[in-house]
């Protein structure tokens, strides 16, 4: 069983940059395909983005790609979120998530952090 931890959420102005970190512990990452997903107000959570376990591959949602990244170092079991050019709909909590195949749908995903919030605003 695999234990994750978000951080690095906050508050951010339209067009600013936050970067997300995952942590894990209990088993090495390298165990597991990783993915972001995230959860607005009154919404249904979503697919952010995903990375293979060993990175040589990623896959984005459409209303992320080109502004986020996700990118992950097995060796500091961390992966991270890089998000950029952000928009107030990006507003939501963010979860990382674990799984044993490289996957969008969240039933796929066994292990799930508590959350980080996001917050777009000027």
């Known amino acids: 069983q695999v234990q994750l931890v978000e951080s690095g959420g906050g508050l951010v102005q339209p067009g600013g940059s936050l970067r997300l970190s995952c942590v894990a512990s209990?088993?090495?990452?390298?165990?597991?395909?990783m993915g972001w997903f995230r959860q607005a107000p009154g919404k249904e959570r979503e697919y952010v983005a995903a990375?293979?376990?060993?990175?040589?591959?990623?896959h984005y949602a459409d209303s992320v790609r080109g502004r986020f990244a996700i990118f992950r170092d097995n060796a500091q079991n961390t992966v991270w979120l890089q998000m950029d050019d952000l928009k107030p709909e990006d507003t939501a909590v963010y979860f990382c998530?674990?799984?044993?195949?490289?996957?969008?749908?969240?039933?796929?995903?066994?292990?799930w952090g508590q959350g980080t919030q996001v917050t777009v605003s000027s």
């Open positions: 998530a674990a799984s044993l195949r490289f996957a969008r749908e969240q039933e796929a995903y066994s292990y």
């Open positions: 990375i293979m376990r060993s990175a040589v591959s990623t």
């Open positions: 209990g088993r090495p990452l390298s165990t597991y395909a």
